[in-house]
């Protein structure tokens, strides 16, 4: 940029050496621009590959922080974050953060550039320096008071487009479903309505930017012509010369550049600025107390797992059964019970596994030790073996796994789907989400792929609420038979689950509210009955009775 600052000068000899009648001056004023053309294409250059590696880097090192920090908080991160707002942040924001940086060098570039333009005027022909050195930095200040409202209005449109693309994701996430129960329409209106929201914000804020680049046109301008005005009256008057008129000239046209510049900066500035809170909103966020990151590790983790908020004890060793009469209560809990509790409650410290708090200890070895299935678990592309190559202990091998899931139907579909001749399942492509199986062929699959893993304790969200009562029996024996020793929680209302599990807990307004076998609370606790059975009194009274008599005959053999 330097060479072009000295341009003006090259062409302002050039022309005093015509009016003076000079060839060598001409000659040497020719040259002078000649080298400076090539030393500004040079320039040029090397200022773009340098601002456009700034921006690079800069959005590339955000990407590599946020996907350290997606690994390090695992699935904790969209329970606290929207995945939407994650998505958006890793994309668009990171964009936004590495224009920044780009804009910042060639902003560094332009002021370094106009201060030393302005003070050599000031030495070249004070009488003009002095203007443009006044005016140039009244020109920089000219749209500071129109900044917080283009700054509000694109934080506006920001907010507005992270809204649709939240809504998007849950959309496509959840097309099946939508389609299963006609609700398309209903969600395209939604995302209809939310898309024209950005748009009139985008145009909001389009306007007020068009205004500020309005005022960076017509107030450079105004000083252009008060230059001129002021240089030919002084060439009028003999002060100064017609090349340095035109030397003074071609500089001021020249600072019209840098002032861009800082518009270009003003701009990135206010874009950047939200997406760098939003990205350093999800990069602040940690799973354990920083004091306590090596405190726990090394820890041994065994033993009952217990939660204080709600009270739930699962004894180690055994299969425990909970009841929860609101699905969503079922998911907060398994997730408290898996240290990714969303929120914590001041004063309550996380799940106990063997009285230490799961949220005390490194993310890895807490993985290690308790397992959660949530309710509609992910099953990503890629062949079967593939899908339970997962870190496990290697005392469950996948055969052992796929029969205690009862996945034989799932084996032979996928053997006719194998498109070589070998017929093996475990070779054969499952499709993203497994969209290529029903839904209670990918609810098996996910519960096979946990047996593998065979953590010290797992727990399972509804893992049986999409297969038929026969199976689901099954299943619940191959759980409890492969699990034997091991520590297994799982949150259901199924009699034929309830009735395997060595332990029943009922959960009620997030209290463990009552204890004890299946036919225990059955008899005894009319709320755990309305929940599990959902029948009318009058079929709860024979159906108590009928429990009545078989206990009677049980305790006589």
């Not at 994701?169 to 609700?183: E, F, K, N, P, W």
């Not at 306590?292 to 908020?309: Q, S």
């Not at 019970?337 to 230490?356: D, K, Y």
């Not at 017929?423 to 499952?430: K, N, Q």
Request: glycine share 8%; proline share 4%; net charge negative.
């Amino acid at each position: 940029m330097a060479a072009v600052a000295v341009f003006p000068v090259a062409v302002g000899f050039a022309v005093q050496a015509v009016v003076d009648r000079s060839g060598a001056r001409l000659a040497v004023a020719g040259g002078l621009m000649a080298l400076l053309g090539v030393l500004t294409a040079l320039g040029d250059t090397m200022l773009h590959r340098t601002a456009v590696t700034n921006w690079i880097t800069a959005a590339a090192r955000v990407q590599q922080l946020l996907a350290r920090k997606t690994a390090e908080l695992g699935s904790a991160l969209t329970r606290r974050v929207a995945a939407g707002e994650v998505v958006a942040v890793s994309t668009g924001d990171v964009e936004k953060i590495g224009w920044f940086v780009e804009a910042l060098s060639r902003f560094a570039s332009a002021a370094v550039t106009t201060l030393a333009v302005c003070v050599a005027l000031v030495i070249y022909q004070p009488a003009l320096g002095v203007v443009i050195a006044i005016g140039v930095p009244v020109l920089t200040l000219a749209v500071l008071p129109l900044l917080p409202h283009a700054t509000k209005r694109a934080d506006e449109q920001r907010e507005k487009a992270g809204r649709a693309t939240e809504l998007a994701s849950d959309t496509v996430a959840g097309l099946r479903v939508l389609r299963g129960i006609g609700g398309e329409e209903l969600f395209l209106t939604r995302y209809r309505r939310a898309s024209q929201e950005v748009r009139k914000a985008a145009v909001r804020s389009a306007r007020m930017w068009a205004l500020i680049a309005a005022v960076q046109v017509a107030l450079p301008g105004l000083l252009l012509i008060a230059v001129v005005w002021y240089g030919v009256g002084l060439a009028q008057d003999g002060r100064i010369g017609v090349g340095e008129l035109v030397t003074v000239y071609g500089v001021v046209t020249f600072l019209l550049f840098p002032l861009r510049q800082f518009e270009e900066i003003a701009m990135a500035y206010s874009f950047s600025r939200p997406s760098a809170q939003r990205a350093a909103r999800v990069l602040a966020l940690r799973r354990t107390d920083p004091s306590t990151d090596d405190g726990a590790r090394g820890v041994v983790l065994a033993g009952d797992l217990y939660d204080p908020e709600s009270g739930l004890l699962a004894p180690a060793g055994l299969l425990t059964t909970v009841v929860c009469g609101d699905p969503d209560v079922a998911g907060r809990l398994a997730d408290r019970l898996g240290g990714h509790a969303a929120e914590r409650v001041e004063g309550v410290p996380s799940a106990l596994l063997g009285g230490v708090a799961l949220d005390e200890v490194p993310l890895d070895e807490a993985r290690a030790a308790v397992l959660v299935q949530d309710k509609d678990p992910v099953l990503m592309s890629g062949t079967l073996a593939e899908l339970l190559d997962v870190p496990s202990s290697g005392a469950v091998d996948a055969d052992a796994a796929l029969t205690a899931a009862q996945c034989g139907d799932v084996l032979a579909a996928l053997a006719q789907a194998s498109v070589d001749d070998s017929g093996d399942p475990m070779r054969t492509r499952i499709t993203e989400r497994g969209r290529s199986l029903s839904g209670g062929q990918r609810q098996r699959l996910a519960l096979a792929r946990s047996l593998v893993t065979d953590p010290e304790v797992l727990v399972l969200d509804e893992p049986t609420s999409a297969v038929d009562s026969h199976t689901e029996a099954r299943i619940a024996d191959g759980v409890r038979g492969l699990r034997e020793g091991r520590t297994t929680v799982v949150f259901s209302s199924s009699p034929l689950l309830l009735d395997r599990a060595d332990r029943v807990v009922f959960v009620r307004d997030g209290r463990a509210a009552a204890v004890g076998t299946h036919r225990e609370l059955l008899r005894d606790d009319s709320a755990y009955r309305a929940v599990v059975t959902r029948e009318t009194d009058e079929e709860l009274g024979v159906e108590l009775a009928e429990l009545k008599k078989t206990e009677h005959i049980e305790e006589s053999a």
